[in-house]
């Protein structure tokens, strides 16, 4: 099978290489009380759901707006990690509006890594140029088939 994309210069993210992880800031926005932030994330295979720290998680506000908290543990290295899921309303990524991303806050304030997880990759085709230090996003449309379109370019996750 083969699979050629095109990929377009506006639909890519600048990384920077960084103790050995490749990390890129992206937008998020908590559209229920209108905060958003940049959050440099370490782009993260291993990891199946996307880890926002505690700091973030205060700056975009998501205790106070209303969005629904669950408590939860994931595992990391061997441990579980106490922490809590809930829905980030937006990420903006090469281009792509991607919504309600299911994130983990752990509760330990230590743990400082924001990783992007693999249920938002897996959502895009992508191609790294490490002499640019760009990656290149397209939307994987196997996946897309299975989520309703807003408008242009933004497409949900079901729930």
Known sequence: MK?????????????TYK???WNIEL???NSL???????????DTGAN?????PSYFETLKIAESGIEITPSKTKSYGSDVPGKVWILPFLFIGGFTVKDVYCFTPN???????????KVLAKFYTMIDPVKSRIY???HDGILADYKMLSGEVF????
Do not use: W
Not at 33 to 43: A, Q
Not at 156 to 159: D, F, G, L, M, S
């Open 3 to 15: 699979i050629a994309k095109n990929f377009l210069q506006g639909n890519s993210e600048k990384f």
């Open 49 to 53: 759901i996307t880890i926002i720290n």
């Open 156 to 159: 949900v996750t079901p729930k």
């Open 108 to 118: 330990d304030p230590r743990r400082t890594h924001n990783l992007l997880g693999i």
């Open 33 to 43: 009380n209108s905060e958003e932030t940049e959050i440099d994330f370490v782009l």
């Open 137 to 139: 996003f397209e939307k």
């Open 27 to 29: 937008k998020a926005m």
């Open 19 to 21: 103790n050995g992880h």
